[in-house]
């Protein structure tokens, strides 16, 4: 009785270590696609899998008839059974023949999505991507300068228009991954890939670093915020408007708090004489969702903790702790909650 009450707990806890995050979390992302990309790579996960389980079964069940039927060792072992020998041989040379056709078959469900994933498309909205340990910068290019959009780890696009990631790296190899919206690829200093996907429905989509790339790749968040064209439209709008100029006595002594010390060094705020490259451009700032890559919501609690302790919420992220006094960051939070 005791050891069936152990068996109980022993498989209690297996149903529950296999089933709970599944229970919790639902399908994983790349398995609930929601763009025609997407759905490529869902079909070719269950397609693998499919294939892959069903020839597992298979093998085992083979093995299993293979124990049932096993025969004892002939009183001459090195004496040959031909007709035996033969049905052998030709078991074998037909396994040969199948496992080539499943490659085959394999490799065909493969370039089939390829197909989708890389395939060339029509009136694409071009964005490019550069990795930089730990944040994405995001740049929404034009032939005219004063159309052109620099943003950090929030992307926006219109639904239903295809949107081309041009990927990039400034240091070392990142992956940029969303897995409801498409596959991965890498972002590899001096290469350019490419990654095309068309959202169908508005929403959030968030995704991460998928490629280890320093102490902080697991802080190394995307979120994609798809919208309708006129929404996105309004956004680009607000985006191309330089810095809002800050609007109290407050914000007027944070902005010089911000261009008299080491941020302007490392930020850009469209419109002033910050005009930094080192970190991510905050002419809108506060009109983003996160912080530090998705480290952190955007709030002014969470911005004054990370301009206070950086390196106590992501060690090793270049921003530097510039031990302002309260009544200076005071202020610098003033001026940046108004960069909306
Ligand atoms: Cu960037 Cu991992």
């Not at 941020?263 to 469209?270: K, L, N």
């Not at 996160?290 to 004054?304: K, M, S």
Request: charged share 15%; glycine share 10%; hydrophobic share 50%.
């Amino acid at each position: 009785m005791r050891s069936r009450g152990a068996w109980g707990v022993i498989r209690a806890a297996v149903a529950g270590v296999l089933t709970a995050p599944l229970a919790a979390c639902g399908l994983p992302a790349a398995l609930a696609p929601q763009t025609p990309q997407g759905e490529a790579v869902a079909g070719l996960i269950w397609g693998f899998t499919a294939l892959c389980t069903l020839i597992w079964v298979l093998v085992l069940a083979g093995l299993a008839v293979a124990l049932w039927r096993r025969r004892l060792a002939p009183a001459d072992p090195l004496a040959l059974d031909m007709p035996a020998e033969r049905r052998m041989g030709t078991v074998v040379a037909v396994l040969i023949a199948l496992t080539g056709l499943i490659v085959i078959a394999l490799t065909v469900l493969s370039f089939a999505a390829q197909r989708e994933l890389f395939g060339p498309a029509r009136d694409a909205l071009t964005i490019d991507i550069v990795g930089h340990q730990w944040w994405w910068q995001v740049v929404y290019n034009s032939t005219d300068p004063s159309q052109t959009i620099s943003t950090a780890n929030e992307i926006h696009i219109p639904v239903g228009r295809p949107v081309t990631l041009k990927l990039t790296s400034a240091d070392v190899i990142h992956s940029f991954w969303v897995p409801s919206l498409m596959g991965k690829a890498d972002l590899i200093p001096g290469r350019h890939n490419e990654l095309t996907f068309t959202a169908r429905k508005a929403g959030i989509y968030d995704g991460s670093c998928a490629e280890f790339c320093g102490l902080q790749h697991a802080h190394m968040g995307i979120r994609v915020v798809a919208e309708t064209a006129s929404d996105f439209a309004a956004w680009r709008q607000a985006q191309l408007q330089p810095a809002a100029a800050p609007a109290t006595p407050s914000a007027q002594q944070g902005q010089a708090v911000f261009q008299g010390s080491a941020c302007a060094f490392c930020h850009t705020v469209s419109g002033t004489s910050a005009g930094g490259q080192a970190g991510p451009d905050l002419t809108h700032l506060a009109s983003r969702s996160t912080l530090a890559a998705g480290t952190l919501p955007f709030g002014r609690g969470q911005l004054a903790a990370w301009i206070s302790d950086p390196q106590g919420i992501k060690t090793g992220a270049q921003m530097p702790d510039l031990h302002l006094a309260p009544e200076q960051l005071n202020a610098l939070l003033d001026y940046l909650m108004g960069l909306k």
